[in-house]
């Protein structure tokens, strides 16, 4: 357990969320972050046609929120639960007291949010300029290597943990072309998929690609 989780889990709450529970809503006062103890976790932003554009997937042992708690009276984007989720809770006013006892927890909370904004720097860049196929395989990629299957064969199997919808709104696209570019790497020979299983048959090849 990280040390900031320690210190601050007399200040915590645990609040159990069934599937598809709002959490918050973009433009409500930002009093409270959050870390994911099960679960999941869906950050996005709704556009007026009532459509939801995914901008980030949290995992157990993920905290959210943090950054508009730190720097910002409000939260821009909405969060709800993707799966029957269980939810530690941590008030801004307790947190911000518990810092000013403690300026090493302060530290520790500004390296995580520096560490978030390279990776949301980098999520950003990928989506600006590479073309989809490319978005995909770095997906897969990336999941391989965080489920860490293992295989007797040269095939290497990992299984997909969200709908291929919410996979579309994860690369920026759509669902139908988010299927066409499956396709194209089946045809290709990079992957075979059934359903939600996908197959790959050599990872040097789906890297070099």
């Known amino acids: 357990m990280s040390n900031w989780i320690k210190e601050l889990e007399s200040i915590s709450n645990t609040k159990k969320y069934a599937k598809n529970e709002l959490i918050f809503s973009a433009g409500e006062p930002a009093n409270y972050f959050y870390l994911v103890k099960t679960g999941a976790v869906r950050i996005y932003k709704s556009e007026l046609?009532?459509?939801?554009?995914?901008?980030?997937?949290?995992?157990?042992g993920q905290i959210f929120a943090e950054a508009f708690v730190l720097?910002?009276?409000?939260?821009?984007?909405?969060?709800?639960?993707?799966?029957?989720?269980?939810?530690?809770?941590?008030?801004?006013?307790?947190?911000?007291?518990?810092?000013?006892?403690?300026?090493?927890?302060?530290?520790?909370l500004i390296q995580i949010l520096a560490t978030r904004c390279i990776k949301l720097n980098q999520s950003i860049e990928n989506i600006s300029i590479e073309e989809l196929p490319k978005r995909l395989?770095?997906?897969?990629?990336?999941?391989?290597?965080?489920?860490?299957?293992?295989?007797?064969?040269?095939?290497?199997?990992?299984?997909?943990?969200?709908?291929?919808?919410?996979?579309?709104?994860q690369l920026g696209t759509i669902p139908?072309?988010?299927?066409?570019?499956?396709e194209k790497l089946h045809s290709l020979n990079l992957i075979k998929v059934f359903g939600k299983?996908?197959?790959i048959p050599d990872r040097n090849k789906l890297e070099t690609h």
């Open 49 to 60: 046609t009532g459509k939801e554009i995914e901008i980030n997937r949290i995992k157990p």
């Open 71 to 108: 720097g910002n009276n409000i939260y821009t984007v909405s969060a709800s639960t993707a799966s029957e989720s269980e939810i530690i809770q941590y008030c801004k006013t307790d947190v911000i007291n518990e810092i000013n006892k403690n300026p090493k927890l302060g530290l520790a």
């Open 137 to 169: 395989t770095r997906y897969i990629l990336r999941e391989i290597d965080t489920q860490k299957p293992n295989s007797s064969t040269h095939d290497c199997l990992i299984e997909l943990h969200i709908t291929k919808k919410e996979l579309a709104s």
């Open 176 to 182: 139908e072309t988010l299927s066409r570019c499956f």
């Open 197 to 199: 299983t996908i197959i």
